[in-house]
Every structure is written in C-alpha cells, then in structure tokens.
C-alpha cells in the first residue's frame, strides 16, 4: 500500500515541477526545488501512511470493546432480566481486562 502512495506521489510533484521553475533559473535552483518538492511529497505520503495506520488500530480497538461490552449486556440480561448501568459496565470491563474501555 505504502509503495504505490510514494510512487503516485512522486509522480504529482514531478508533474508539478515545471510550474515551480521558471524558465529564467538554472539548472541548479530546478534540481533543487525537484529534489524539495520531491522531498515533501514523500514525507506526505508518509503522513498520511502513518495516520491511517493509526486510525485503522483505534477502529479496531473500539470495535472490540463495543463487542465485549454488548457481550456483558446480553449476558446480564440474560441472568437478571434487566439491563446494566453505565457504571457497571466500566466497573466489569476494568476489572475483567486491566484497562479503561477505548473511547
């Protein structure tokens, strides 16, 4: 996934190069604004990798904590015929995982 993102990337800044040269500079400030617009570009795309990344873990996490929580409703509904608290669903899910729910 990374390396298409990098190459499409590349690929824009390259197309953008001629728009950041004027026809007037030389050929040393045109490798240097390719070399920086090429620069921006991947660290871009690794920007937005990374978040997605990042954001694809906490989807995830919260997804198994709705999970686990509609688990222990169902289970304490099937046990007492009434639905938990709030409370008793943070105070269950503390004690049975070691951790605060993801929100």
Known sequence: MQ???V???LAGALALVPLATPA???TG???RNVVLLGAAAAAAALGITNYNHKKRLKDEQENET???QASFKAYYYRKTGDYPTPEQI????VKTYGTEPAT
């Open 3 to 5: 390396k298409p993102l």
């Open 7 to 9: 190459a499409a990337s």
């Open 24 to 26: 007037s500079a030389g």
């Open 29 to 31: 400030e045109a490798i």
């Open 66 to 68: 709705n999970r686990r």
């Open 90 to 93: 943070h105070e269950w899910y």
